[in-house]
Nanobody
Framework: QVQLVESGGGLVQPGGSLRLSCAAS????????MGWYRQAPGKQRELVAQ???????NYADSVNGRFTISRDNVKNTVYLQMNSLNAEDTAVYYC?????????WGQGTQVTVSS
């Protein structure tokens, strides 16, 4: 059974930082491209950052330079370091694992940026 379990969300003040983690099980983690997506109230889910199995990264323009995605193929975990957070970053953040037609999602973790 495939499981993606996100953690690290919470309430943070504008300008603050959070690190999200997504622990994967039930898949051969190292062959999967991993990604973080987010969905704000009333908006569609959008890509935040991706990391390929070889470590190549891709970021949404809105987070480029502030967020960093990384992966640990020993711990089967993908991370999202989020710095300089602002109110527009408030959303539920979802972890994604993709390999050809296999596509899995975590349950999401809430990130709220507010003073």
């Amino acid at each position: 059974q495939v499981q993606l379990v996100e953690s690290g969300g919470g309430l943070v003040q504008p300008g603050g930082s959070l690190r999200l983690s997504c622990a994967a099980s039930g898949i051969i983690f190292r062959i999967y491209a991993m990604g973080w997506y987010r969905q704000a109230p009333g908006k569609q889910r959008e890509l935040v950052a991706q990391i390929s199995r070889s470590g190549d990264t891709n970021y949404a323009d809105s987070v480029n330079g502030r967020f960093t995605i990384s992966r640990d193929n020993v711990k089967n975990t993908v991370y999202l370091q989020m710095n300089s957070l602002n109110a527009e970053d408030t959303a539920v953040y979802y972890c994604n694992a993709a390999f050809y037609n296999a596509n899995y999602w975590g349950q999401g973790t809430q990130v709220t940026v507010s003073s």
